[in-house]
Nanobody, 121 residues
Framework: QMQLAESGGGLVQPGDSLRLSCAASERILNSYYMAWFRQAPGKEREIVARVLWSDGSTWSADSVKGRFTISRDGAANTVYLQMNRLKPEDTAIYYC??????????????WGRGTQVTVSS
């Protein structure tokens, strides 16, 4: 069973940057999407960005477009989320996921434990 491990979260000020990493314990299937979701207190889990492993095509939510970038390292079975110009509303637990769900969290088979991102002055 594949395991996903996120890293890179932390406490930053508005306008700062962070880079999240998610390392998979085994080779990621080409048919999988690798995605970043986030969940803020009292809110539903929402997708932030995803990448299709087979061709590297990406998609990001309107709320982060132009600020966040998802990328991958196929050889290392690792996906990244570069987050720039962070805002307080980006504060959440960020989860890495693998599966066929596209933007639906219920369609993802594997999840990391999450990493906390807090944006506060």
């Amino acid at each position: 069973q594949m395991q996903l491990a996120e890293s890179g979260g932390g406490l930053v000020q508005p306008g700062d940057s962070l880079r999240l990493s998610c390392a998979a314990s085994e080779r990621i299937l080409n048919s999988y999407y690798m995605a970043w979701f986030r969940q803020a207190p009292g809110k539903e889990r929402e997708i932030v960005a995803r990448v299709l492993w087979s061709d590297g095509s990406t998609w990001s939510a309107d709320s982060v477009k132009g600020r966040f970038t998802i990328s991958r390292d196929g050889a290392a079975n690792t996906v990244y989320l570069q987050m720039n110009r962070l805002k307080p509303e980006d504060t959440a637990i960020y989860y890495c996921a693998a599966g066929w769900g596209v933007s639906n969290p219920k369609g993802y088979d594997f999840w990391g434990r999450g990493t906390q991102v807090t944006v506060s002055s």
